[in-house]
């Protein structure tokens, strides 16, 4: 059974900091890109960040560059973002995704809030 977890989602003040975490289990992590996601109230979701199968290469929305920072551990099976001098406009349900590079699946988590505010 697929499955991912978010957690490390709360309030936070802006200009904080917070680490959400994404448990994987049931596929092979290790073939997979890994993504997260976010859905703003009364928006679209939008990619906030990537990482390839190896680590290697990431991407950025240009909304978090130089603020968040992807990362994996394949022992682990986890996926991180770490979320710097978080803003009002970073407020969101953060979701973790898991692709096969065929595309040929496509795995959600449920979700975790994240809420910047003063």
């Known amino acids: 059974q697929v499955q991912l977890v978010e957690s490390g989602g709360g309030l936070v003040q802006p200009g904080g900091s917070l680490r959400l975490s994404c448990a994987a289990s049931?596929?092979?992590?290790?073939?997979?890109?890994m993504s997260w996601y976010r859905r703003a109230p009364g928006k679209e979701r939008e990619l906030v960040a990537g990482?390839?199968?190896?680590?290697?290469?990431?991407t950025y929305a240009d909304s978090v560059k130089g603020r968040f920072t992807i990362s994996r551990d394949t022992a682990k099976k986890t996926v991180y973002l770490q979320m710097n001098s978080l803003k009002l406009e970073d407020t969101a349900v953060y979701y973790c995704?898991?692709?096969?590079?065929?595309?040929?699946?496509?795995?959600w988590g449920q979700g975790t809030q994240v809420t910047v505010s003063s």
């Open positions: 995704n898991a692709k096969s590079p065929s595309d040929t699946y496509n795995y």
């Open positions: 049931g596929f092979t992590f290790s073939f997979y890109v």
């Open positions: 990482i390839a199968t190896t680590g290697g290469r990431t």
